[in-house]
């Protein structure tokens, strides 16, 4: 934190007034604009549901060759971001890093809503979503069936469920210190003894005892635990997914780091666009600092390049295998067909935006992050419509080839989800601490002293 | 305070009794007067300085609140490492096992489907939802348990020693006034150990819910010991 050193030294009380400020005070132009702008595009995707179930499958542009479109390259894209957030979270506290504390509840926040968010697109693709519950392996009194287990899409409903329900775990016992310093910071008015109530239920009678600290911390560091396998699991799951077919571009046994580290990338790329605004809003620069985006941009720069090479591999092993239908997909179709704008749209974002953050001002600089922030979150979006629908596009058979264009309602689908999605976002930012007060506190005041690990590594 | 336990001689018997004085949830025994004198600390270093004294002078029903952890304190509060490890750890094991045994049952005996030839019994190819279910299981045994051992229920009417042990400040308790602990001597011993206030924690009569004073509020002299109630 060096470039605060004109301030004087952050204190627990003025971290604990900066942070819990946003709770109390009256919510800003920019907030009401922004949530007014999100509520908008959500009412998208509420009419893009409501004429789904009424008039069926057909107003998507889905057709028998390319299954699976908007879709199935959206959901990863939502589940790639919600992977993001659990790396700041659980892995880097497995590292021992630090300055996660800055920035970790903000990213978790973006885990658990992108992750429900990333759950709606498979549910509205089964076609008929009030079945949905068939994916379980629930006692089918008129089927007489079971899921089938050896198929990596069974794999994908536990993978998606538990690591949904875990996220949402990990994030809330998270919370619990940072709500009862909400409780105890409510006035002493008619509002305010209605929020300290609601504030001392959700904390479920926080004292921060020493005796509730320990198994606190022990939970905590356990959860990154559980939290970690789940999340490399679930991507590499879904990856896997691709990985069994045949499909030309699909078969490859690179995808589950393929996706894992793609997935980290956007994500984020999603958490930059996000703290960037959330800090010069709420003026956090004391708490998200320069450094903060400085080692988010070297993580990026880092999964990026393994992205990159990936990309590499791709066209490398299509020519190396001699494989003439690897060879058509990438070095043909991806490179010069009907949707080669998509392609080489993704390399320009992806790679060739990613650059920037080689030089450090521009790891630091507002504009900057937010541009490459922008720039990947749409490569990354366009990286999984490459792999699904080019590849579907165009398989094996000449006599299947078909192509893949946006419904007005894919359109719609695909808005109405950023605004479900930023409607949960700014609004959770106005009932909690968006920086994790207790966390940010042991960092930063914290003078070593005694020897550690006894209750917090697990 | 006849009604209060004995002092306790080992480690579990000191964290049961420290819960009891601290947390004052036993609502058919309602205590008069003061059960422990509070001393209030600006920093980390100050608590675990005074916690360090009053284990050295001989205390050990204690308890700390804190806005964060500090590392360190747990030993010298006699506190053990938390035992939810491996409670969690068996937990997933149970669900690994639940997982297989389910999946076995399903695939090979209740209905087997025949899946391109391949043999019913695939177990590798349900490594992926054994895991997963583990690992579910595992996260909520650890919720579960972690609530359960902190004694978090939701409480719209937790009251601290002080709202600020949320915020900025410290709190080192020693049971005084049961046990036979002076609470002048245990006053005596937080100031000398740098506390910036002392107060006292009673358990409320009337509403068999503790009451804790705020901290500039001087405690009225017929609640504690004289000299228990000097503030800072």
């Not at chain 1, 889905?62 to 199935?72: E, F, K, M, R, Y």
């Not at chain 1, 909400?182 to 004292?207: E, F, N, S």
């Not at chain 2, 309602?30 to 509070?38: E, H, I, L, S, W």
Request: with cysteine; glycine share 8%; net charge neutral.
């Amino acid at each position: 934190m060096s470039d605060v050193t004109p301030l004087p030294p952050l204190t627990a009380k003025q971290i604990t007034d900066d942070l819990t400020a946003p709770i109390f005070r009256r919510p800003s132009l920019g907030w009401i604009a922004g949530m007014a702008a999100a509520g908008g595009l959500k009412m998208l995707l509420v009419f893009t549901i409501v004429m789904y179930v009424w008039a069926g499958y057909g107003i998507f542009n889905v057709n028998s060759t390319v299954g699976w479109g908007n879709d199935i390259a959206s959901y990863v894209f939502w589940i790639g971001i919600a992977v993001a957030g659990t790396l700041v979270s659980s892995i880097l506290f497995l590292f021992r890093q630090k300055w996660r504390t800055g920035v970790n509840r903000a990213t978790e926040a973006m885990t658990v809503f992108a992750v429900n968010i990333a759950g709606l697109y498979p549910l509205i693709h089964t076609g008929r979503p009030w079945c949905d519950y068939w994916l379980l392996p629930y006692p089918w009194d008129h089927l007489q069936l079971w899921p089938q287990f050896k198929s990596p899409i069974v794999w994908d409903v536990f993978a998606i469920s538990g690591y949904a329900t875990t996220s949402v775990l990990f994030f809330y016992l998270g919370l619990l210190p940072d709500l009862a310093t909400v409780r105890d910071r409510c006035p002493d008015t008619l509002i305010g003894r209605i929020q300290r109530q609601v504030y001392g239920a959700l904390c479920l009678g926080w004292k921060g005892t020493a005796s509730q600290w320990r198994h606190y911390e022990r939970a905590y560091s356990q959860f990154a635990w559980i939290a970690t396998p789940l999340v490399v699991g679930m991507h590499s799951t879904i990856a896997t997914l691709l990985a069994v077919s045949l499909v030309p571009g699909w078969h490859s046994t690179v995808f589950p780091p393929y996706f894992v580290s793609g997935a980290i990338f956007g994500g984020l790329a999603m958490a930059l666009v996000l703290l960037v605004p959330l800090r010069a809003g709420f003026k956090l620069h004391r708490y998200i600092t320069d450094d903060h985006f400085d080692n988010l941009a070297k993580i990026m720069l880092g999964v990026g390049s393994i992205v990159l090479y990936v990309y590499v591999m791709e066209f490398f092993t299509a020519w190396y295998s001699q494989n003439k239908y690897e060879f058509w997909q990438f070095f043909v179709y991806r490179c010069t067909g009907a949707h080669a704008w998509s392609f080489w749209l993704m390399i320009f974002c992806n790679v060739v935006c990613l650059q920037l953050f080689w030089f450090k001002a521009l790891r630091r600089n507002p504009i900057s992050l937010l541009f490459v922030g922008i720039a990947v979150n749409v490569g990354m979006w366009f990286e999984r419509f490459n792999i699904i629908v080019l590849s579907l596009e165009q398989d094996h058979l000449p006599v299947n080839w078909n192509y893949y264009a946006f419904s007005p309602f894919d359109y719609l689908l695909l808005a109405g989800s950023f605004g479900l999605f930023f409607i949960q976002f700014l609004g959770f930012i106005r009932v909690a601490p968006i920086v994790a007060i207790a966390e940010v506190k042991q960092t930063l005041l914290h003078q070593p002293h005694a020897p550690h690990g006894e209750a917090t590594h697990g | 305070m006849a009604n209060l336990p004995p002092l306790p001689k080992t480690t579990d018997e000191l964290i049961a009794h420290t819960v009891h004085f601290t947390e004052g949830i036993d609502e058919t025994k309602p205590v008069k007067g003061a059960v422990a004198t509070a001393g209030f600390f600006a920093t980390e270093d100050g608590l675990l300085a005074a916690a360090r004294a009053a284990r050295a002078a001989g205390h050990t029903a204690l308890q700390a609140w804190s806005p964060y952890p500090v590392h360190g304190l747990d030993p010298v509060l006699g506190l053990q490492r938390s035992l939810l490890g491996r409670p969690v750890f068996m937990t997933a094991l149970a669900g690994f096992a639940f997982c297989f045994i389910g999946i076995a049952y399903l695939m090979v005996f209740d209905w087997p489907v025949i899946y391109a030839g391949r043999p019913y019994f695939t177990w590798t190819l349900w490594v992926v939802p054994m895991l997963e279910a583990g690992l579910l299981f595992a996260a909520l045994a650890n919720l579960k348990l972690c609530f359960a051992a902190c004694k978090l229920l939701p409480d719209p009417f937790t009251r601290l020693p002080d709202p600020r042990l949320t915020d900025d400040q410290f709190c080192l308790a020693i049971s005084a006034g049961a046990n036979g602990v002076d609470p002048v001597a245990a006053e005596a011993l937080l100031r000398s150990a740098g506390a910036h206030a002392v107060s006292t924690i009673d358990a409320g009569v009337a509403s068999g819910q503790p009451v804790f004073r705020p901290l500039e509020e001087p405690a009225p002299a017929a609640a504690s010991a004289p000299g228990s109630h000097a503030h800072a």
